[in-house]
């Protein structure tokens, strides 16, 4: 027996869509239905949203030994959705999908609460620069709204470009990461600490227990906006400590608070067989702490001298500065044998930069706005865990493996 040819360029083609109350055995029952007419399966889309089947099944003309011409499978198919009370549609054409345009990307949308308006002006922005939606699917419903588009059609620069005008106009997050294998599957994520993975400045629990908050908190801010060398202001901050009590260093150890989202992003990366790593400005009093709290691969910061049970005011060893934090992701990455288009980095600080534009995603935490600009993608909203749906995982996927457990 000769097999019929490939349904692809020229080949006759019928489009079944099927829309209406899902239940189990639908799917089982139009394939049953076509069965009867030896058709080959081109393609199946199928989506159920608020208990709605949408199946599409894309097939070839009724093959050797079927029941019946393309009349008879078309009456047949309709009297099968009846008795279903299903509605069915039948489309003939000539061949597959036409193959998705190159230059595809994916484009996160996370809302709280995601509005109409701005899925029309995602949407609008994505078709008048010549993009194409093949797809979307929602990935998470809480605490964020997050949906993807994926797009084609465009390079994932451009769209990016043209997105991040349309995000800062509305004040949405809107993400556009490059389609391919690397984002689903990171290597490994480095992520900076103070108001990143913590929700606290740590050189701010310091100076309340020394009483030159007000101080260190103006000289944080400059240094963050950009204003101040990253180095002299850990300096001139530090030298502000000096003299407290070691005892000290174990009372902000405690008073550190995670961001949400923060443990189920790491739990979730370790799943997946991802190393993960702090790189912080800060110090590794508290960074060694977080790093076997958290079971990190990976930590480095700045170390606090301490001297006859007190704080000297100084650092010792080499300053983790906005150059040095770019310095050890790619040192993590060798060390853990990943090329760096396989690194995810996230941080909100002017000295995040140099990481996040080394790295293969950087992502800016509730950044300051210069560095927002600056990085390939932007979270605005407070859960660490919101940049898993940035890597295509759903909060399905991340609860099941949770309840797994
Ligand atoms: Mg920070």
Redesign the pocket.
């Known amino acids: 027996m000769i097999s019929a040819p490939p349904a692809g360029e020229g080949a006759r083609t019928l489009l079944v869509k099927i829309f209406g109350k899902d239940r189990p055995g639908l799917t089982a029952g139009l394939f049953e239905t076509l069965a009867a007419f030896a058709v080959r399966v081109v393609d199946i889309e199928q989506v159920v949203t608020r208990g709605r089947i949408t199946l599409c099944a894309l097939v070839g003309p009724p093959g050797p030994g079927a029941a019946g011409g393309e009349g008879e499978l078309r009456a047949t198919v309709h009297a099968w959705a009846e008795a279903q009370r299903l509605q069915a549609e039948i489309i003939s054409g000539i061949g597959d999908n036409p193959s998705r345009g190159s230059g595809r990307s994916h484009v996160t949308v996370l809302g709280n609460p995601l509005t109409a308006e701005v899925t029309a002006a995602v949407a609008a922005r994505i078709a008048a620069v010549g993009g194409n939606i093949d797809r979307i699917n929602r990935l998470a419903k809480y605490p964020v709204t997050a949906v993807e588009f994926n797009v084609s059609g465009v390079p994932t620069e451009e769209l990016r470009t043209h997105l991040a005008k349309e995000a800062a106009a509305r004040s949405v997050d809107v993400a556009v990461v490059a389609s391919g294998l690397a984002r689903r599957a990171p290597r490994l994520v480095v992520m900076?600490?103070?108001?990143?993975l913590i929700q606290d400045?740590v050189i701010e629990l310091f100076a309340a227990h020394a009483g030159c908050e007000e101080r260190v908190a103006e000289i944080t801010a400059a240094a963050?906006r950009g204003e101040l060398d990253f180095t002299q202001s850990l300096h001139a901050r530090v030298a502000l400590l000096a003299g407290l009590d070691e005892s000290v260093v174990d009372k902000v150890r405690a008073e550190v608070r995670l961001t949400p989202g923060a443990r189920t992003l790491i739990r979730t990366l370790k799943r997946l067989g991802c190393r993960v790593g702090v790189v912080?400005?800060?110090f590794t009093q508290v960074t060694d702490g977080l790093r076997d709290a958290l079971g990190l691969d990976f930590a480095a910061a700045n170390t606090l001298e301490i001297e006859g049970g007190k704080l000297t005011g100084r650092v010792t060893g080499e300053v983790v500065d906005r150059p040095g934090k770019a310095r050890l992701l790619r040192s993590f990455a060798s060390q853990a044998g990943v090329p760096l288009s396989r690194t995810v980095a996230i941080?909100?600080?002017a000295?995040?930069l140099d990481m996040l534009n080394a790295a293969g995603l950087g992502v800016a935490f509730n950044a300051k706005p210069l560095v927002r600009a600056a990085a390939h993608t932007a979270v605005n909203v407070p859960f660490l865990d919101t940049v898993l749906y940035l890597l295509g995982i759903t909060r399905e996927e991340v609860e099941a493996a949770d309840a797994q457990d």
Not at 192 to 196: A, E, G, M
């Open positions: 900076d600490v103070d108001s990143t400045e963050m912080s400005g800060g941080g909100d600080g000295n995040d």
